[in-house]
């Protein structure tokens, strides 16, 4: 994984239309940059999607494709979120090895992290956890070595917080006037 | 715009409805420039010694010729006009510098590179324009007016951006500048700066050696004649290579939108069609396209349109037998390994060609010669003509700044020394 301090967080607000995700992914793609992880759901209001883009990019080479990502049509609003300012969440699903000998082991672990199990079969176990990246990293890390079959993460969703929204949050409108 | 219309689609049927409005949530450009940032450029203007105003192409799409003769009129400032921009502002007008960059004059050339303060006005630091990136116009600071906020600092960080339409900017610009003089601001002196650059005007016009009596035609040499046969508010048309750098460099362009080429798109085979384009939104006018003889055999076909349509549009082919621009490269970079640039001179048979597209076709072998055939194409309305002008193969373009390299290294014509250039 890259250090942290490359990954940015864009918030993305969108028009609620197909092949819209497809326009801003291939915005990052023809400029060679790797998206982390996308989340896409949406939003309060129909008309609009939000897409949660992970990044790993410069400062200044972010700067411009959020500017060429605003120039699509379909793009109504970019914040990027500071990580320290933003509440983030994400889900992670996994099916892990839990043989006779290990699997309280592996469900006293679930419970620490007050993780799900979700299925139960004669040695394996699917288990899932909501919570920050970091969480789950630790909790995927702890996993690892029972034996991980599948593993599958949804992408961060996030949101500036609340107290000190005003005085954080990086609009970035495109607007460099 | 490519808009694919399913074939059912098209024979379905359905009622038509005007649409009440269109909302387009992500579409609010703005408009208006900043007022706090129009002050700081208002104050860099008065204060600068060697200001110089850098037209592009989007004083033409903003309608803003009008307001960047007032600014430019008001402040005394020089203007170049970028390729796009040929035409925003009058090339005989005494603060016009022409056009900048790789084919541009050294005057505009070197008074990019040596000014202490650019307005860049709906131009977008082209490469073309630049040269190496790291050593333009290293002195300046840089008034950045476009209405695209992707283009600040895309490729030269603006010391004051400004987002807007260029003619609105512009005249608040103008309102600005006003403003502060009527409140007792002076503009600094410029006058050591103008006269080094009307020293640099005298010294390096743009030049050609003259062909001698029995030697190949010119190919600037049949622009000058063309320029100068021309019916006053003929629209000029160009395809793609050295016949656009000499039409850019050897017209003078007196009114905005008269001026058609494809710019940094770079479309070879845009002439014919572009022509046909224009002669029909401007009837009135006289259209000649200028055409190299690798591009007209790209889309020369579309001269049956011309034809069938009644469509006058004036065609002037510079054949030199290459595709010329590459061929100047590749004698003047690769070491004269002259690869897939070679066409005949003969072959197609261009006045053959326009004569069985309806056209009129006339060829042009010698000096003497040319200005008969302009004038016997300009005395055609009623339907499309075709001159081949048989030109010098050799003829290079001049000035030229090498791709990726400095401005400052730019390679004259010959007669003409870089040790002037200061």
């Known amino acids: 994984m890259s250090a942290p301090s490359r990954h940015h967080i864009l918030s993305v607000l969108v028009e609620n239309r197909a092949g819209v995700l497809a326009r801003v992914a291939s915005l990052f793609a023809r400029r060679g940059f790797n998206i982390y992880s996308l989340a896409v759901a949406p939003t309060e209001d129909e008309r609009f999607s939000r897409i949660t883009i992970v990044a790993d990019v410069e400062s ?111 609009a970035l409108k495109g607007k460099a006037s | 715009m490519l808009v694919d219309v399913p074939k059912d689609v098209l024979q379905s049927t359905m009622e038509w409805y005007w649409p009440d409005g269109v909302d387009l949530p992500g579409y609010k450009p703005t408009t208006k420039g900043h007022p706090r940032m129009i002050r700081e450029a208002a104050k860099l203007i008065l204060a600068s010694e060697q200001p110089v105003i850098y037209a592009g192409g989007g004083i033409l799409k903003a309608r803003a010729a009008d307001a960047l003769r007032e600014l430019a009129e008001l402040t005394g400032i020089h203007v170049v006009t970028t390729l796009m921009a040929r035409g925003a502002f009058p090339d005989t007008h005494p603060l016009c510098l022409g056009m900048p960059g790789m084919h541009g004059n050294a005057t505009a050339v070197t008074t990019l590179q040596k000014a202490d303060l650019l307005i860049a006005l709906g131009s977008r630091f082209d490469d073309r324009v630049t040269g190496k990136v790291s050593t333009f116009a290293p002195d300046a600071k840089v008034i950045h007016v476009d209405i695209d906020p992707a283009e600040q600092g895309k490729v030269r960080r603006p010391d004051v951006p400004i987002v807007g339409d260029c003619r609105l900017v512009i005249e608040a610009l103008v309102r600005e500048i006003r403003h502060l003089q009527a409140g007792g601001a002076t503009q600094a002196d410029t006058g050591a700066w103008r006269s080094r650059i009307s020293g640099w005007r005298e010294l390096f016009p743009y030049s050609y050696d003259a062909s001698e009596p029995g030697e190949a035609l010119k190919p600037q040499f049949c622009l000058e004649v063309l320029r100068d046969s021309a019916p006053h508010g003929t629209i000029l048309v160009s395809g793609v290579g050295q016949h656009q750098m000499w039409s850019s460099q050897y017209w003078r362009f007196d009114e905005p939108y008269t001026w058609v080429n494809s710019g940094g798109l770079g479309t070879m085979g845009f002439c014919v069609p572009a022509a046909i384009g224009a002669k029909v939104g401007r009837p009135d006018r006289t259209v000649w396209a200028v055409d190299g003889d690798g591009c007209f055999q790209m889309t020369a076909q579309e001269l049956v349109t011309a034809s069938t349509e009644r469509i006058p549009i004036k065609v002037a082919i510079l054949n030199n037998s290459y595709l010329g621009m ?45 200005q008969p055939a302009i004038d016997k194409a300009n005395e055609v309305d009623d339907r499309p003509v075709v001159v081949e002008f048989r030109v010098d193969a050799r003829e290079k373009v001049f000035p030229m700044v090498p791709a990726g390299q400095s401005n400052d290294d730019i390679v004259l014509p010959d007669g003409q020394s870089k040790e002037f250039l200061r």
Do not use: H
């Open chain 2, 326 to 370: 590459v061929r100047q490269w590749q004698e003047m970079f690769y070491d004269e390994r002259y690869s897939e640039v070679y066409l005949s001179p003969d072959l197609p048979d261009y006045v053959q060609w326009a004569e069985a597209m309806g056209c009129i076709g006339i060829r042009v072998e010698s000096p003497e010669e040319v």
């Open chain 1, 60 to 170: 200044a080479t972010l700067e411009q494709i959020v500017k060429q990502l605003f120039k699509l049509i379909d793009v109504v609003k970019i914040s990027e979120l500071d990580p320290r300012t933003s509440v983030e969440r994400e889900l992670l699903l996994a099916t892990v090895k839990a043989e006779p000998e290990t699997r309280g082991q592996v469900v006293e672990l679930v419970q620490i992290f007050e993780g799900k199990i979700l299925a139960v079969g004669n040695n394996q176990l699917t288990v899932s956890l909501d919570g920050t990246p970091d969480k789950l990293d630790d909790f995927e890390e702890l996993l690892r070595s029972y034996g991980i079959v599948e593993l599958q993460r949804t992408g961060r969703v996030a949101l500036p917080k609340l107290e000190r929204e005003s005085g954080r949050l990086r």
